[in-house]
Antibody
Framework: QVQLVQSGAEVKKPGASVKVSCKAS????????IDWVRQAPGQGPEWMGW????????ASAQKFRGRLTMTRDTSITTAYMELSSLTSEDTAVYYC??????????????WGQGTLVIVSS | EKVMTQSPGTLSVSPGESATLSCRAS??????LAWYRQRPGQAPRLLIY???TRATGIPARFSGSGSGTEFTLTINSLQSEDFAVYYC?????????FGGGTKVEIK
């Protein structure tokens, strides 16, 4: 079955960076875009950015530009999200999500299980 | 960016009854609207896309309607697994945006 499995929880200090991995299986990795979405405690989801795993092209929300890097390793069907210059406001669960249709509109099915990132001194 | 507003914030419903959830967009998103269900401690799961199309494996008790700025998700005969938080998401334009959610709780 189609599955996205993310790396484990992280605790980081303010100013540090975090890198989250997302291992895809059950479908052709390069045919579907991968997006990253985060969810702060008690809040709705917040879209961060998008990556085409075939070309490596990316685009991100304005608020994350300059500190969000999305990459992939097609040989191991894994996507990565790195967020730098962390502050306490970056404490959230981070999700990777597969765009449902090949090169289709950006609604997501399925999502990874989520990675909790805590930023604390 | 397009702001998505969901109402009500919380809906109290008895098992077996129906629930109607609303989502309003600050500007038209055509039919580029998805609904997700999120159970505690889990990732969101796609229910509806293109405003009214059920995703694969989603039972017929879930239905979506609307276009432009006003959308509705109706859940008939609520089951135990349906007591959760529901989010709408627009994908008409960048940045993608989500609503703040409606929590459906047991009455």
């Amino acid at each position: 079955q189609v599955q996205l499995v993310q790396s484990g929880a992280e605790v980081k200090k303010p100013g540090a960076s975090v890198k989250v991995s997302c291992k895809a299986s059950g479908y052709t990795f390069t045919n579907h875009d991968i997006d990253w979405v985060r969810q702060a405690p008690g809040q709705g989801p917040e879209w961060m950015g998008w990556m085409n795993p075939d070309s490596g092209n990316t685009a991100s929300a304005q608020k994350f530009r300059g500190r969000l890097t999305m990459t992939r390793d097609t040989s191991i069907t894994t996507a990565y999200m790195e967020l730098s210059s962390l502050t306490s406001e970056d404490t959230a669960v981070y999700y990777c999500a597969k765009v449902a249709q090949p090169r289709g509109d950006n609604y997501f099915d399925p999502w990874g299980q989520g990675t909790l990132v805590i930023v604390s001194s | 960016e397009k702001v998505m507003t969901q109402s009500p914030g919380t809906l109290s419903v008895s098992p077996g009854e129906s629930a109607t959830l609303s989502c309003r967009a600050s500007e038209s998103v055509s039919i580029k609207l998805a609904w997700y269900r999120q159970r505690p401690g889990q990732a969101p799961r796609l229910l509806i896309y293109d405003a009214s199309t059920r995703a694969t494996g989603i039972p017929a008790r879930f239905s979506g309607s609307g276009s432009g700025t006003e959308f509705t998700l109706t859940i008939n005969s609520l089951q135990s697994e349906d007591f959760a938080v529901y989010y709408c998401q627009q994908y008409n334009s960048w940045p993608l945006t989500f609503g703040g959610g409606t929590k459906v709780e047991i009455k």
